[in-house]
C-alpha cells in the first residue's frame, strides 16, 4: 500500500514511508531511524534546512502524523498483523479501542477513561501505547465533551500522558492548550485545579513555556484562578505561573495581567508559591515597579522572614534585595521592620542559599550602594 501514501508520510531521507515519525528542532519531521543514523554519523545540522542542531537534538515523535499514516494505511506502518494481534491482548488495547469509537456510550468511555487513567499513572509504557495510538485526539474531544465526567477523567489522562517528556510537546501541538485555557475559564472546581497542574508539566519543555505564554488568555486565565479559585485552585495555578514565568518572555506578560497584587494578596494569606512567582517577577523592570506600589508588600514579605519556609525565606531575602537596589525609600522602610537583624539571625542557617541572600541584603542595607 506504500504507492498510494501521500508523499508528506516519506522520510525526506530514506523517501520510505514513516514508521515513527520524529519532529526536530528545525521543525522538519523524519523517521527516527533515518535522523537517528544521520546525527550519529556526526551531523549536526538539518538536512533540509541546513540549521544547526544542538549537540544532543531532542527527537519528539509526531503522534499526529504517525496515527495519520496508521488510519490511512489501516495497518500500523510500526507493527506487524502478528504484532498487532500479540499487542490486542494487552489491558490498555479494548480501553483504548473503546474509547476512540464513535459508537461508544457514554458510560463505556467514562469506564474506559477511568481505567486508563489508572493503568497511566504508573505505567509508561500504557502512557505511549495510548499516544502511539493516536487516542489523543478523543481524549481531546471529551475535555470537549461539556461532560464534566468526562472532561475531569480525560484531563487527568492527559496529566498522566504529560509525565513522558517526549508526549509534552506533541500534547500541546495536538491543542491541549486550547483545552486548558477553556476549562479554566469555565471549568468545574476539580477540572481547574487538574488543568493548571497540566499546564505546569507540560511547561518543563522550554519551547512549551513560549508557547503556552504567547497562548491568548492562556496566563490571564491563570491569574484569575489564582485570584478567585479555592485553595488548590490558587496552588495550582501559583504552580503553573512559576514554571512559565522561568521562561523571562513571560514575566511581564504575567505583570501585565494585574498579577502583582493578587500575589502578594495571597503570599498574605500564607500561599509561599506566590512569594517564589513574586521572586522570578522581581528580575524584571515591570515587576520591580508594581511591587514598589503595593502597599504593604514589605510587611508581607518579613512576615515570611519570621514565619515561612527555608525556600520562603529564601525567595523574600532576593525580592527585597532587588527592590532596595532600586529605592531608597524601601531600603529605610526594611530597616525599619528589624530586616537587618533578621538578616544577623540567618547567618547560621542550613541553607546555603538563604545565608547567602541575607548577607547580600545586610550589604545592600548597610553598604550605602545607592551613592554609587
Known sequence: MAFELPNDFRC???LEIMSDPVIIQSGHTFDRASI???IDSGNRTCPITKLPLSENPSLIPNHALRSLISNFAHVSPKESPRHQQEHSHSPSQPL???L???SSSHESKLE???RLVRLTKRDSLVRRKVTESGAVRAV???VDSGDEGLREKSLSLLLNLSLEDDNKVGL???GVVRRIVAVLRAGSPGCKAVAATLLTSLAVVEVNKATIGAYPDAVPALVSLLRVGSERERKESATALYALCSFPDNRKRVVDCGSVGILVEAADSGLERAVEVLGLLVKCRGGREEMSRVSGFVEVLVNVLRNGSLKGIQYSLFILNCLCCCSREIVEEVKREGVVEICFGLEDNES????RNATNLVHTLLGNPMDS
Open 12 to 14: 525526506p531521507i530514506s
Open 36 to 38: 537517528q543514523k544521520w
Open 96 to 98: 483504548i479501542s473503546t
Open 100 to 102: 476512540v469509537s464513535r
Open 112 to 114: 474506559s477513561l477511568t
Open 140 to 142: 481531546l474531544d471529551c
Open 172 to 174: 500541546v501541538a495536538d
Open 352 to 355: 546555603e542559599k538563604v545565608r
